[in-house]
Every structure is written in C-alpha cells, then in structure tokens.
C-alpha cells in the first residue's frame, strides 16, 4: 500500500492487553468510566457503538457494572439492512449481550419502506456531540460501514448513509462527518488479521477508511494478536 500525499493529524493512545478476554474487560471498564463522568458532570451519556464479536464480549462485560443506565442513550454506528430478528443484525447481538441491563438504545430503522428517508431521520435524532463512539477495524481497513470506493465515504455533507452492497448486503452507517462528532473515539481491535490495518490506522494512513476518521481523543485497545 502507497503512502498517501498527507497524514491525518490524529494522536492515539494505543493501549495493549494479552487476549481477547482482558481486552473486553478493559474496553467495558473504560466505556463504564467514560458514562459514570458524564452523568456526574452533565447528567447524561451519549454513546455510539458497532458491532462484532469482540464488541459483543465488551458488552456482555459492561451489562455487569454499575452504570447509570437511565441516564445513557446507545446509537448505532452502523447496521445492516436485515430482518429485525435477523443475526446478521449488530441490534441483535447488542441487545442479547446486554441481556438483562436497562440500556436506552436508539436503533438504526433499516427496516423502514424508504431507507434514504429513515437515514435521514436517523440523522436528525443525533445528539451535537457523542462521549465516546466507539469503532472497529476491518483486515481491509473499513470502520463502521465505511469501505473503499464506496460514494458514503465521500459524503461531506450528510451525518448518515446507505451504502452500496458490502459482503452481500448493504448498511446504514454514519459518515465521516458524524463520527467527528464524538469527544472520545474508542477503537477496539482484536486478532492476527487486523496487523496491517492497524499499523495504518496508527500512522495515519488515509488510504484506508479508518485513517480518515478524526476525533478531539482517540484510543486504540488492542490485543496482542493485533500489534505483533
């Protein structure tokens, strides 16, 4: 991969853990910190999650502290245009991880008959500011439903998109331009094949999607497997 004309001006803070494990219990306690601060300083959370196996274990994790459940709003990154009920769907993952945990989610309407219209609703709903959004990384260096060559990459102007077909189904996903809403970016990146993204992402590569993602605060919680 080239290296491209210039570099985002985006500072992480990587921090590393020995497995998948440590990394979901670390990730979870950092998002229970993050959500406790900002009830006690203005009353209230705003978060934004993806999905995946990993973050489905950070969740599971964060369903067993104490967080101030009633004062946080969950929105979706991204979603994929499925059934309700269907496992492909990262609501579905979200809300059994979460079991039992009163959490407030606002889920992505993929389901709706005009979807250029619910995106457009969905982004109207968008709080000014997100705590924390909290991304993942693809081997192919994608985050959120944001992948190379895809229009939405480009789309300066609206906060969330449809996007065309990726691995067999299309998504709604927030833009560039809403993920630079958040305070806080968290990326939580596991496993061997995330290698080379990963070392993209650090160095600003802004060849990949990730690398054009840009954040007030970014921190990389990897596992061993992933910066080796």
Known sequence: MATPKRRLEVSHDLRVFEDVSALAAATA???GDVARRAVEH????????SGGRTPSRMFHEL???????ASIVIF???ERVAPADDDDRNLVALRASLGSAPAVIDPMPVNDADIHQ????YAARLPDRFDLVHLG???DGHTASLV?????LEDSDDLVGVSTVYRGQRRMTMTLRALSRADEILWVVSGAEKRLSLRHLLAGNQLIPAGRVSAARSI???DRAAIS
């Open 42 to 49: 203005r009353g209230s959370c705003t978060l934004a999650v």
């Open 76 to 78: 979706q990154v991204d």
């Open 220 to 222: 990389v919680m990897a």
């Open 29 to 31: 306690q950092h998002i």
């Open 118 to 121: 619910a995106a457009h609703e």
């Open 63 to 69: 369903a067993t502290l104490e967080v101030p459940w």
């Open 148 to 152: 190379s060559g895809d229009p939405i």
């Open 137 to 139: 990384l693809g081997s």
